[in-house]
C-alpha cells in the first residue's frame, strides 16, 4: 500500500467516496421497510455526510432470515474449511487493496486520526481475517476412548446464526475481531454497526461478496440500540449473540436473552484499567510513551484505556514532568493531516460528556495540570488531553468510564497499595505494569482481576492472545485468539456401535 503523504492528498480521497446508505441484506442493497434514515454526522466538522437506513426489527428479521437459509442450505456452514480459507484470505486481500479509501471513510465517519485508520485497517484488520482463515483447515474434533464395539466422535460443528453488535471506537477492527471467527466457523452472521460509525461495516459487507461470501452469510443492519440492537437481542432464531459496548448495554443483552430464546451472549465491556509504575521502574522515553498511548491513543475512547495512572511517591514528580512535557506537544486537529494525534471525539453528545468528567474532576479537587476543555479554534467535537494529579481513589474521574483523552495521576506508596488501588474498582478488562523486579511484576499480575496485564509496556496483545474482561468488564467469552472460535461452535458426540 502506498500511502498519500498530506492532508491534500486525503481530501482528495475524500472527496471521491460513495458512502454506503443502505442496510446489506442477502447480498444485496435494501432501504429500511419503514423509509426512515438517520443522519451521518463527521464529527471533526459537523458536516453531514449523508443518510443511512435506519433499520429496526423488521430489517433484523430479514436478515436473520437470510442468514438463517444460507446456513441450511450449507453452501458455507458445510463447505469444506479450505474452501472457507480461500474466500477469508481473498477479503483479507481486498481490505488491503481498499486500505486507503476504507481509512479515509472511517475516519470521515468516527473523527479517528487518518494514520490510526491506516495501521488498523491497513494492517490489523486484513491481519485478522488472514489468521482465522488460516486456522479454519486446522481445528480437529476428538475420538474417546471406548471398547471395541463402539466409536465416540467429539465433533465442533458451526453453532448457527449469529448477532454481532459493535463498538464505534474502531468500527471496522471491532467487525474483523468478531466476523472473521464465526465466519472462519462457518456461522451466517447478523451484523449490527454503530448508529455513529456505520459505512465501513457496509462497504465491507459488499467486499466480503466479491471475495466469494455467498449470499445471505454476511448480513449488515445499521441502526440504532434500542430498535436494531435490541432486535437481535430478543429475537429468537439467532444462536448467539457477541456484543462489545457499555456495561449498561451489556446488561441488557443479558435481558434480552433471558426474554427470548436463553441464548448464550459473549460481552466484551467497559474498563477502567490502571496503569502501576513502581519505584524501581526507570522513567524513560518507552515508560512515557507508554503512558501518553495508554491514555490518549484514541483520544481515550478506548475501553482498555489507563486513565488511572497510579505512580509510587518516589517517582511521581519525574513521571509528571515527562509526561506534561509530552502531553503538551500532542497534536489536536484536522483527523486527516497525518501530522495530527489527537482527533474529535465520536460526537457532540459524548464530546459533552467527557468535559462533564472533566468539570467533575475539578469540582472534586484534582489538581488541573494540563488540557481541561475543548480544543480552542476547532470547529468540531474535540478535547484538549487534560492532565490531573492529585487524584484520589473515590473521585468519580478515578471509579468511571470516563472514555475520553483525560489521565489521572494517583500517588501510591508501594507495592501494596499500588495492588490495593488498582483493584479496587468494578471492573477489570487490563492493567500495566512498570517495573524492573520480575518478582513484583508477577506478584501484581497475578493479584490483578484483569483479562490483559501488560508488563514493562502498553498493549492489549494481538490475533493470538484472548482479549475480554473480569467483573464489569465482560463475561466468560474472549474475542481474538483460538478461544474466539468456540464462542461461534457447539460441541456433538457422536456413538456408532459396530457390528
Sequence with gaps: MTSPSSAADYRVIASRLAFPSRAYIDGSWHEATSGRVFENINPATGAVLGTVAHCDAAEVDKAVGAARRSFEDGAWSRAAPEERKAVLLRLADLVREHAEELAVMESLDSGKTIKDCLNEIGHEVPTFFQWYAELADKSFGKVAPTGEKTVAMIVKEPVGVVGLVLPWNFPLLMAAWKLAPALAAGCSAVLKPAEQTPLTALRLAELATEAGLPAGVLNVVPGFGETAGQAIGRHNDIDVV???????????????????????????????????????????????????????????????????????????????????????????????????????????????????????????????????????????????????????????????????????????????????????????????????????????????????VAVNGFTEGNVTTPFGGYKRSGSLARDNGTEAVEQYLQTKTIWVSLR
Excluded at 339 to 359: C, K, N, P, W
Design 242 to 452: 457477541s456484543f462489545t459496548g457499555s456495561t449498561e448495554v451489556g446488561a441488557y443483552f443479558l435481558k434480552y436473552a433471558s426474554e427470548s430464546n436463553l441464548k448464550p451472549v459473549g460481552l466484551e465491556m467497559g474498563g477502567k484499567s490502571p496503569f502501576i509504575v513502581l519505584e524501581d521502574a526507570d522513567i524513560d522515553d518507552a515508560l512515557i510513551s507508554s503512558a501518553i498511548n495508554a491514555a490518549f491513543w484514541n483520544g481515550g475512547q478506548n475501553c482498555s484505556a489507563n486513565m488511572r495512572q497510579i505512580i509510587d511517591l518516589k517517582v511521581k514528580d519525574t513521571f509528571l514532568h515527562r509526561v506534561l512535557e509530552k502531553t503538551r506537544a500532542l497534536v489536536v486537529g484536522d483527523p486527516l493531516d497525518p501530522g495530527t494525534d489527537l482527533g474529535s471525539m465520536v460526537s457532540a453528545e459524548h464530546q459533552s460528556r467527557v468535559l462533564s468528567y472533566i468539570e467533575a474532576g475539578k469540582s472534586e479537587g484534582a489538581r488541573l495540570l494540563a488540557g481541561g476543555g475543548a480544543s480552542a479554534g476547532l470547529p468540531g467535537c474535540f478535547v484538549d488531553p487534560t492532565v490531573f494529579d492529585g487524584v484520589t481513589p473515590a473521585m468519580r474521574v478515578a471509579r468511571e468510564e470516563i472514555f475520553g483523552p483525560v489521565l489521572g495521576v494517583i500517588g501510591a506508596n508501594g507495592v501494596e497499595e499500588a495492588l490495593k488501588i488498582a483493584r479496587d474498582t468494578d471492573y477489570g478488562l487490563h492493567a500495566t505494569i512498570f517495573t524492573r523486579d520480575i518478582d513484583k511484576a508477577f506478584h501484581l499480575a497475578k493479584r490483578l482481576p484483569c483479562g490483559t
